[in-house]
């Protein structure tokens, strides 16, 4: 019985343990986990909103409409400032137009077992050919990719999570990834471009994935390898809870 026990327990263990470090194994159950929890959101959202909208609708629809009021401020203050901009563009037969397209996701699940670097989102717009811009209560916080023609973001400290940046108030400009760990590296800053520890990394909006001036994080170590510079840097988003994010569809 003993022996019995110990097998079942050893058989567990090895099917466990290479579904773990098996990225094959592991796919079957993540596509089943993506589609189970995506249905899982959308009926409980639905469910939920019946039920707060029957027993606490006045209030609801007190809260709504001061939110709504609140929104339309900022929309019409942002849009009358978008419209002027846009006024002197045209004035002066520039194509340039600022007419920026966001919109908010929710987190599904991570990607792999143990790899808190990458999730599934919930994005019904997504466009496989594209990279999107993520963004986190202002602040830069990965890219969006295509995988098995799925919405999958790439947070900051993933190695492969890459966009331009501006350091410090030279706007000296590079490239930042993550190390897989907890710090960025922005790499190939013209050396000569004057940097210092603690300054701010924003986004530069050169690759088009981000408005400039978001905040990534601040430096704190600085090298020079084959004629550049590159700085390791503080993330300012914390990667621990990702729930909800505002993907940027485009910024023209």
Request: glycine share 6%; proline share 3%.
């Amino acid at each position: 019985m003993i022996k019995k026990r110990y097998n079942i327990i050893l058989f567990l263990a090895l099917f466990f343990g290479a579904i773990y470090y098996s990225t094959t194994l592991q796919a079957p159950f993540l596509k089943l986990s993506y589609t189970i929890k995506s249905s899982y959101h959308h009926i409980v959202k639905n469910i939920t909103d019946t039920i707060y909208e029957h027993f606490n609708q006045a209030q609801h629809i007190a809260n709504q409409q001061y939110e709504i009021d609140t929104l339309k401020k900022s929309h019409l203050i942002s849009h009358q400032f978008a419209s002027e901009v846009n006024a002197i563009f045209k004035e002066y037969n520039s194509s340039i137009k600022i007419d920026p397209d966001v919109t908010l996701v929710r987190t599904l699940s991570y990607s792999n077992f143990g790899d808190i670097t990458k999730v599934w989102l919930d994005f019904p717009e997504f466009n496989s050919s594209k990279v999107y811009g993520l963004v986190h209560n202002e602040l830069a916080a990965g890219i969006v990719v295509e995988r098995d023609k799925k919405p999958l973001a790439l947070l900051n400290i993933d190695r492969k999570s890459a966009y331009a940046v501006f350091v410090g108030k030279d706007k000296a400009p590079g490239i930042i990834h993550g190390n897989g760990v907890k710090e960025l590296i922005v790499e190939y800053i013209p050396t000569w471009k004057e940097i210092h520890v603690g300054d701010e990394v924003v986004t530069s909006g050169l690759d088009k994935l981000f408005f400039q001036g978001l905040k990534v994080g601040k430096v704190i170590s600085i090298d020079k390898a084959e004629g550049y510079q590159n700085a390791i840097v503080t993330p300012y988003y914390d990667a621990t809870n990702p729930e909800y994010f505002h993907i940027i569809k485009s910024i023209r």
